[in-house]
T-cell receptor, first 112, second 114 residues
Framework: GENVEQHPSTLSVQEGDSAVIKCTYSDSASNYFPWYKQELGKRPQLIIDIRSNVGEKKDQRIAVTLNKTAKHFSLHITETQPEDSAVYFCAAKGNSGYALNFGKGTSLLVTP | EAEVAQSPRYKITEKSQAVAFWCDPISGHATLYWYRQILGQGPELLVQFQDESVVDDSQLPKDRFSAERLKGVDSTLKIQPAELGDSAMYLC????????????FGPGTRLTVT
């Protein structure tokens, strides 16, 4: 089955700096790669997603890049703000199955 | 904006007791997922429904867990008997179909087994 690895597990940045979280996946047939933000005690919320026919997608301060050859994708947050502090999960959805396979999460702390 | 509903939000039970969780997906969503999230980890799929049919329950501990979606709308996940290791957040999610589309998560049920 699909295996998704996520790094780093924790990330601390100063407000205004950029944050980058990286994920790798194992199933070359995977075609959908969402990123979820989860605040403490709350539900995961989709912040951006990318499909396998696109290499990069941007939404204001958030961008995701996908390298299908290397089987990795990354989340980029620019001009970070304290309210960006949360746990971020990457996920991949393979062709052979229907559910999302999640990484173990990155705890992002943005300090003022 | 429509949301996935779950109840209860919190449940404390003693080991060997039975517990049940309920999920009501977004109206019109044919695909429903139950995930388990252990503290500090990502969600892991327990069972996936397409309408009323189970399409993947390979990770569901069937000796103690059961799930149903009788009319293809809301769903119930049951654990009997509960064990200490079942303490986790149980998340329900839904999507319009099983393709590469966003899954919308409910608020979850936090289960504590004592």
């Amino acid at each position: 089955g699909e295996n998704v690895e996520q790094h780093p597990s924790t990330l601390s940045v100063q407000e205004g700096d950029s944050a980058v979280i990286k994920c790798t996946y194992s199933d070359s047939a995977s075609n959908y790669f969402p990123w979820y933000k989860q605040e403490l005690g709350k539900r995961p919320q989709l912040i951006i997603d990318i499909r396998s026919n696109v290499g990069e997608k941007k939404d204001q301060r958030i961008a995701v890049t996908l390298n299908k050859t290397a089987k990795h994708f990354s989340l980029h947050i620019t001009e970070t703000q304290p309210e960006d502090s949360a746990v971020y999960f990457c996920a991949a959805k393979g062709n052979s199955g229907y559910a999302l396979n999640f990484g173990k999460g990155t705890s992002l702390l943005v300090t003022p | 904006e429509a949301e996935v509903a779950q109840s209860p939000r919190y449940k404390i039970t003693e080991k060997s007791q039975a517990v049940a969780f309920w999920c009501d997906p977004i109206s019109g969503h044919a695909t429903l997922y139950w995930y388990r999230q252990i503290l500090g980890q990502g969600p892991e799929l327990l069972v996936q429904f397409q309408d009323e049919s189970v399409v993947d329950d390979s990770q569901l501990p069937k000796d103690r867990f059961s799930a149903e979606r009788l009319k293809g709308v809301d769903s119930t996940l049951k654990i009997q008997p509960a064990e200490l290791g079942d303490s986790a957040m149980y998340l329900c999610a839904s999507s319009p179909d099983p393709g590469p589309y966003e899954q919308y998560f409910g608020p979850g049920t936090r289960l504590t087994v004592t």
